[in-house]
């Protein structure tokens, strides 16, 4: 990966206005160093999809993806032209799931089956700076945008979700009761694309209940030609799958009582533990795997503080972005890395590990030191004062500027790189 250190801009009317009182001259001092400190920032390059997708994902008959791909935050934005409009997708991982999203549902509707031209999907008249719009009022959240100077062991978020309907502790209505509408029919259908039935890709959300709801889902036999079909299968392969076979193929009410107990089993009141479960972000799915690694690791402090930091996450895609963190700090847990107490980092899954290490995972595609960056390590800073370690330590599958691999390890932080999914 290339990276270049943005130009440095000349500063002639330093030199002609630099005061010759002492005082002000300290103040000019002061002001040069700072200009050059904001300067000092790397200003993320703009990539091409081509260099970071395989050619399979690139373009097929239902869609292409747009070459100029810009880094926010650590996740490179990519943009996905298909029949129905433009696409907005954070993440190298989920670009490749919201592809196969959108030929799982193109198989399911026989009208677009045969699919659309390439020329007719880029032809649609769509603008993509006008689509880009809403999309872009709100910056993705990841560990590398928190602002400077934030609380960095967070307290429970004020808008965590506390007004839940219960009854006897038992959830009733919202988004569970939506969940628990999750038929064993659509489950299976959902296994035979190789998607997920909690999809919130809406095209194939309504594919999914409108096929499920047939008689003849038994007799569906597709094996869904995607692009890179051999590329999910091979990812895919192995211990993980079949982990998340099990939870996708396991009906939603089964889930949630497994999940109501291995928390009770964790020290969790069932009040607390529904609460959870009832969230509208995370599907019973993604629920399982979160709980299962809390299981796993064990019975260490702070289970309900990764609970309130697993609530304060704002949509579908920061919820799949949780959970993949915490299958990171749990795979660091197995590797010999015991883990014994669970932080909420400003909203984000970490931990501290025995030898009194705070491990936070972080999930990105490509990570430089800018400024946003500058204020999440002085947050990291912070928090390991408060939480009485000793190094910090980042579990990341991102690729790391030289420049930012430096000021980490200048600040003792150490980089783990993770597989990338």
Known sequence: MNTTSPRRRALPHLKATIPTSPTRLIFATVLLAGTLSAQDHETPPTLNAADLLDTPWLKSDLHVVESEVITESGLDRFIVRTAAGVEVVHGNELVRKRIREIHAAAALDQKTLAGAAVKGVVNEGIDSAKTLGGALKKPVRTVFNIPKGIASIAQRSAGSVENKTKSGGNYTGGPLKDWFQVSEAKLELAAKLGVDPYTDYEPLAKELSRQSGTSAV????LRL?????GIIGAAEAGEQARHLNDVYATAPSQLFQENLRMLGELGVSKDRATQFLSSPIYSPADQSLIVRTLSTVGKPD??????DAAEQVENR????LFRRSMEWLHHHHQSGQALVAWVNFAGYPAAIATDRQLVVPVYADHLYWTQTAAGA?????TARQQSGTQSTALLTPAVVSPRLGKELASRGVQVIPTPRP
């Open 225 to 229: 030609l995607v692009p890179g079909d």
């Open 377 to 381: 390590v002085e947050a990291l800073a």
């Open 317 to 320: 895609d920061q919820g799949f």
């Open 218 to 221: 038994s007799g569906i036999c």
């Open 302 to 307: 702070g289970v309900t503080e990764l609970l």
